[in-house]
């Protein structure tokens, strides 16, 4: 079945210090992978995506993702961290190629300190 | 803003009862999709609804139903409410059919079943 692992629950990174967020999948085919955001009381938010193609992803807000299908990872990073980037970040494999299911990790808790 | 409405915000109520949480999707959009979050289930997908029709079915409970009206908006309705309902219910709606294309959260229905 596929699943979404996010390891690390909460993470705490100073201001400036730079930050990767672990994401592992499990999937059967080449998986359409997603990182979403959650700022407190709001709804999730597109930061990037991979489909195919070039495995290292550009988001929104200087986020990048890489996909690395021999680790069955596609691992968050940001090489400077902002005040506003404390949130709760989710990591999503579409199941199937239809594409009419999004299952999500658990989702890893970013608090950034100054 | 995504552009997605949710109302009301909070519904606290009682078990055994039965609430309507609404959506209206951004302008434009046909897929309307509506996803559980609770502490220990993460983000769950429910259902989808494309123009009207049910086009995917996750972990929806019996005692949920949900329906699209012809003019887009979308209401989830959850019945004999037990306490385990108690979560942040989201809306989501996109342009297409698949969650493979970018998903607009709405802030959600926070349910709390006393």
């Known amino acids: 079945a596929q699943s979404v692992t996010q390891p690390d629950i909460h993470i705490t990174v100073s201001e400036g210090a730079s930050l990767e967020l672990r994401c592992n999948y499990s999937?059967?085919?080449?998986?359409?992978l997603f990182w979403y955001v959650q700022s407190p009381g709001q709804g999730l938010q597109l930061l990037l995506k991979?489909?195919?193609?070039?495995?290292l992803v550009q988001g929104i807000k200087g986020f990048e993702a890489e996909f690395k299908r021999s680790q069955s990872s596609f691992n968050l990073r940001k090489p400077s961290v902002h005040w506003s980037d404390a949130a709760e970040y989710f990591c999503a494999v579409g199941a199937n190629q239809a594409g009419t299911a999004l299952i999500f990790g658990k989702g890893t808790t970013l608090s950034v300190s100054s | 803003d995504s552009g997605v409405t949710q109302t009301p915000k909070h519904l606290i109520t009682a078990t055994g009862q039965r609430v309507t949480l609404r959506c209206s999707p951004r302008?434009?959009?046909?897929?309307v999709y509506w996803y559980q979050q609770s502490l220990d289930q993460g983000l769950q997908f429910l259902i989808q609804?494309?123009?009207?029709?049910?086009?995917a079915k996750g972990n929806i409970l019996e005692r949920f139903s949900a329906q699209q009206f012809p003019d887009l908006h979308s209401e989830l309705n959850l019945s004999s409410l037990e306490l385990g309902d108690s979560a942040l219910y989201f809306c989501a709606s996109n342009t297409g059919t698949t969650t493979n294309e970018k998903l607009f959260f709405g802030s959600g229905t926070q349910l709390s079943v006393l």
């Open positions: 999937y059967g085919a080449t998986p359409y």
């Open positions: 609804y494309y123009n009207g029709e049910e086009r």
């Open positions: 991979y489909f195919s193609g070039d495995t």
């Open positions: 302008s434009g959009d046909l897929s």
